[in-house]
């Protein structure tokens, strides 16, 4: 039954246009592959109407926005339901928005982190945790928006090629719109969890003997011979439903902008989203200050870093990529210009850490009653060395993005604990870090005197290891 929705205010609209990053051409339609036909770089989406607006008033227009957003939590209608068609007047407007698919994602938590902000020596940090989503992942922000539009568009399958999420959170929103999904992941290399996500949710997964980028590859050739809609963060509408992320968090804190965001970076479009969302939000007269947009890979995985370091951006350095942070193993990020371009647009820092920093970082998380699969600890971890090196000052505010549930991940989690992680491979500091933050099962006889014991020895000060 169609809901009529709360309040629709007059401040701007979403007509779209799709935009290369390129070469600058403007166009009403997309091919396939989402490259431009000229030059075949990544499009994105841009709004010609906000400029012709801008003759308004721009405050007016931002408190405009503002009311009309918060009175949405108000509304029992579906879209304003979504924490991301809450937002829908930064989006791109579909024929009809009752018609989104959505599972009321969004609307996610801002954790303070007392005992990680005592770790790192600063006085507040807190957590904006996109594992809160329906499917466990901030996916799901950006899924909505792209399974709509490929609904609309007439399709009747979608595809993606994934490290796990997208592949779970694809298999959810096109179950729940009635379109087939196909998923290619690389064999071996991702989480069971998000697997059977998507094996639950029933698509046709193939699990294809290589890596995420050979995936993505096969993917981007499949969609030019194949009537198959590309859901991956090539997909610009993916990248506008994932900036609602940066609004729904300024939101949270009263559009005072932190001094840092932080985010991992894999295939680059969660921080090329966020990043567009922050320089649109000022735009917009929403904010009129940037945080700075830091992106922290893995060691092992660290194809921007290099790009930064070796090639000042200029062209892309891919690597061979390893981590047990599966979710970020990539080596030849699709969006690399979009975060390049972004990171110099809010002066922010890109960072590697290794795999004992993810480890360790991800147990502090857990400590917090909180918790996230590696690739979201790669935050936590980078804050520590931009910390050291002065980029992020003690007395500065920080808002690390958590991108995946702890639950998406729980072998990393057990091995961790039992210390099957690393195998001996750790120098001695290392080691001895981690050890005070394993929490490893006993197994016990079933009698009251070896549980007393056990809890008596667990309040002991030197317990751990
Ligand atoms: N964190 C998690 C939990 C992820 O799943 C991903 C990417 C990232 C961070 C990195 O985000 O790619 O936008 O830079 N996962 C993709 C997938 C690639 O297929 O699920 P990014």
């Not at 290369?20 to 009403?28: E, Y």
């Not at 030059?39 to 801008?54: F, N, R, V």
């Not at 940066?246 to 090329?272: K, R």
């Not at 995985?301 to 690597?319: D, I, M, Y």
Request: with cysteine; charged share 20%; proline share 5%.
């Amino acid at each position: 039954m169609p809901h009529s929705s709360t309040s629709e205010p007059r401040a701007c609209q979403s007509e779209f246009r799709f935009r290369c990053i390129g070469c600058g051409d403007v166009g009403d339609r997309a091919a396939q592959d989402f490259r431009c036909g000229r030059c075949q770089d990544l499009l994105e989406i841009m709004y010609p109407q906000w400029g012709k607006a801008a003759a308004r008033s721009s405050a007016t227009r931002a408190d405009d926005l503002k009311s009309a957003w918060k009175q949405r939590r108000l509304s029992s209608s579906a879209i304003d339901l979504s924490g991301v068609w809450r937002f829908r007047e930064i989006l791109p407007a579909l024929e009809n928005a009752e018609q989104a698919i959505t599972l009321r994602e969004g609307n996610t938590p801002l954790y303070e982190m007392p005992q990680c902000a005592r770790i790192t020596g600063v006085p507040r940090l807190v957590a904006k945790h996109q594992g809160m989503n329906p499917t466990g992942s901030f996916k799901d922000t950006g899924m909505t928006v792209a399974a709509s539009f490929a609904r609309q568009a007439g399709f009747r399958w979608v595809a993606c090629a994934s490290t796990g999420n997208t592949s779970a959170s694809m298999a959810a929103y096109a179950a729940r719109g009635g379109l087939r999904s196909l998923v290619l992941v690389p064999e071996g290399k991702i989480s069971w969890s998000k697997l059977s996500q998507a094996l639950d949710y029933s698509s046709v997964t193939c699990q294809l003997r290589t890596d995420f980028d050979g995936c993505l590859r096969l993917l981007q050739e499949l969609v030019l011979r194949a009537p198959v809609y590309q859901l991956n963060s090539i997909n610009p509408f993916r990248l506008e439903g994932q900036k609602t992320l940066a609004f729904e968090l300024l939101e949270q804190l009263d559009w005072q902008p932190p001094d840092h965001v932080i985010v991992p970076g894999g295939n680059l479009g969660n921080s090329s989203a966020i990043g567009k969302a922050l320089l649109e939000m000022r735009e917009l007269g929403l904010i009129s200050r940037l945080p700075k947009l830091s992106v922290i890979q893995a060691e092992g995985a660290n194809a921007l870093v290099r790009t930064l370091r070796e090639a000042g951006g200029k062209r892309l350095v891919s690597v061979e990529a390893e981590t047990r942070a599966t979710a970020i193993r990539i080596g030849n990020p699709a969006s690399w210009k979009k975060a390049v371009h972004v990171l110099e647009a809010t002066a922010g820092a890109c960072e590697q850490v290794s795999e004992a920093e993810i480890a360790q970082a991800k147990a502090e998380i857990g400590a917090e009653g909180i918790g996230c699969e590696p690739a979201s600890a790669v935050t936590l971890a980078g804050l520590k060395k931009l910390l050291k090196q002065g980029f992020v000052k003690p007395e500065e505010s920080v808002v690390l993005v958590l991108t995946g549930n702890l639950l998406k991940d729980p072998d990393y989690t057990i091995e961790f604990h039992r210390d099957g992680l690393f195998q001996g491979t750790l120098h001695g500091s290392e080691s001895a870090a981690l050890k005070s933050l394993r929490h490893p099962p006993v197994v016990l006889d079933a009698t009251l005197d070896a549980v007393i014991r056990t809890l008596e020895q667990a309040d002991q000060p030197d317990s751990h290891g």
